[in-house]
């Protein structure tokens, strides 16, 4: 027989079990072995090797399950906790935002009574009442950056504890 | 299974701990079966499998269900091992292989009997199933994906982030592999 039709099989045995072959191929293919005992036993050690490889036992570890679901429960109620107190940050200055805005007429006026009472110049009362409404955000900026450094510092650490943990 | 993957892309969007519960459950033993046949290594595997999870506890919402979970499942847990890999110096999975001598990577503990291989010395086929340790890891990994997961060249290749035709390619060159050495084994 050619050799190029025994090179033709062992291309098609690949090709079968790796992206499929047409069904004259196929035909081809099932034909040719039935008439050339190298190319069977070639055929017959692929299929071999396939069995070993799906025969390999595997065993999840007893408890691995439960050990990763309570893992996952634990991370999942931290990430709710950390995720609700930062609703409430953004509740909070959202709503001191609102106060804001809603009695800036009122202190103004207060300010401007303040500043005749005492006669305080109109610059230095303007700067007051810029600090009175860029104070709180500065205030709700810094406690979100100070939550974000904390949270970090935890992975952080967290990360560097896994790495040094024994395989 | 377009409502099976809706369910689950909910389910991870809203972090159910249900549905993590459940997926837990039924992925256990695809997840932990890559894991190993991608480490060699069943202690490295537990630790994979449990991070693996939390990633994707983290990641959930990333999920868009237009694929299927598991290749997903498997992409998360590879790149998980390709991280640590690197942080132990290795740039790749091509790199579990020893440049000087081209055998494949085997973890320290390997050295001796590993727990892998008393694992599987507890079977008939010992010899042959231990000899499959010897394929390196990136072929290891696409077999399991083709013959034990029954994936797709498309998912595989996503799995991987790698383009079919080097899916492909892996594919022959490890299933060459793999009869080489079980018949080594079997000589």
């Known amino acids: 027989m050619n050799e190029d039709l025994h090179q033709r099989a062992q291309r098609l045995l690949a090709e079968s079990l790796v992206e499929g072959i047409a069904a004259s191929d196929q035909a081809w293919l099932g034909q040719h072995l039935r ?21 390999v036992p595997v065993t999840v570890p007893r408890d691995l399950v439960a050990r990763t679901q309570l893992r996952v429960r634990l991370r999942a109620q ?17 709503a001191s935002w609102l ?3 809603l009695s800036a007429p009122l ?14 110049p109109r610059l230095a009362l303007e700067m007051g009442f810029v ?8 205030v709700a900026a810094a406690a979100v950056l100070y939550q974000r450094g904390v949270a970090q510092g935890f992975a952080g650490q967290r990360s560097q504890r896994d790495s040094k943990a024994p395989h | 299974m377009t409502d099976d993957k809706q369910t689950i892309a909910l389910g991870l ?17 695809r997840l932990y079966r890559y894991l190993l046949f991608l480490t060699g290594n069943p202690a490295l595997a537990e630790d994979f499998f449990q991070e693996t999870w939390v990633r994707i506890l983290e990641r959930g919402e990333q999920y868009n269900a237009k694929s299927k979970f598991e290749s997903w499942l498997f992409a998360i847990a590879r790149n998980l091992v390709i991280d640590a890999s690197r942080r132990k110096k290795f740039a790749s999975l091509e790199d579990f292989a020893d440049p ?26 010992q010899a042959v199933q231990i000899s499959l340790l010897r394929i390196p890891a990136y072929y290891r990994e696409v077999l399991v994906l083709r013959f034990h997961e029954e994936l797709g060249l498309e998912e595989i290749a996503a799995v991987l982030a790698a383009p079919i035709s080097t899916v492909k390619s892996r ?15 079997a000589a």
């Open chain 1, 35 to 55: 008439g050339c005992a190298d190319c069977a036993r070639e055929a017959a050690a692929t299929q071999e090797a396939l069995q070993a490889l799906r025969g």
């Open chain 1, 78 to 94: 931290e990430a709710g906790e950390s995720s609700r107190s930062g609703m409430l940050l953004w509740v909070i200055t959202a």
């Open chain 1, 99 to 101: 106060l804001g805005v």
């Open chain 1, 107 to 120: 202190v103004w006026r207060g300010f401007a009574w303040f500043g005749g009472h005492f006669g305080v």
């Open chain 1, 131 to 138: 600090l009175w409404w860029t104070v709180p955000a500065l």
């Open chain 2, 13 to 29: 969007r809203r972090r159910d701990p249900d549905v993590l519960d459940q997926l837990i459950e039924q992925y256990q033993q």
């Open chain 2, 100 to 125: 000087e001598t081209q055998q494949p990577f085997e973890p320290p503990d390997l050295h001796a009997t590993s727990a892998l291989q008393l694992l599987l010395s507890r079977e008939n086929q």
């Open chain 2, 171 to 185: 594919l022959y060159r490890g299933l060459a592999a793999l009869k080489s050495v079980l018949t080594e084994g």
